[in-house]
């Protein structure tokens, strides 16, 4: 289902978002605070697609807050990849009250064609899947098994998809302390190491 009766003619980002502010095409609108679309650079290299937008996002209007927003940044940057190469969105523009299977894709294709314009304005050289929901918009249609690391190329883009590095927040206790289970941690290591071996490829060619 398409918002449009034709298809966007957006050409920038506050174009866009204007045009999906009122959007009521599922129920997740009906306790959002606001929408939350996309941010960062136009051409920044690398397209960044989560799940959906969380309390701190629907508060400030803004991906990526909070304490997962920020371990995902802190992870690209580990791996040399600057704030100002990231343009960060959703899958969906609004805070799920629910995400079950049952409801997951057909409320998702919902945002599919917002999705679709950010990337075709913001022109990235990769894009990098936090997750499966994420992962199931650009893996070819069918697609299963794992959906975790694995490459693939969307309208000649290049992409990788990876676990969110938000799951770092998932801790355990081990010594009185509280650390990321170790599991977790090496997935998240080796994922973002295919992350950025992309970003060297595309960005520097390979050095």
Known sequence: ?????????ATTLEALKAEWNECKQCPFYTQRQQ??????????PVFVVGQAPGKEEDKTGIPFQ???????????????????????????????????????????????DRLEMELLIVKPKMIVALGAPAALRFLPPGSKGETRGRWFTYRSIPGVTVISPAALNRKEQIDGKWIAKKSVRETVDADMAMVKKLYQQVITGGH
């Open 35 to 44: 929408i939350v679309m996309g941010a960062g650079p136009i051409g920044a």
């Open 1 to 9: 289902m398409s918002l449009f009766a034709k298809r966007s003619t």
């Open 66 to 112: 909070g304490k997962g927003g920020d371990v995902t940044k802190a992870e690209f940057l580990k791996v040399g990849i600057p704030r100002e190469h990231l343009f960060l969105t959703n899958v969906l523009i609004c805070m799920p009250f629910t995400w079950s299977p049952s409801v997951r894709k057909a409320w998702a294709d919902n945002c599919a």
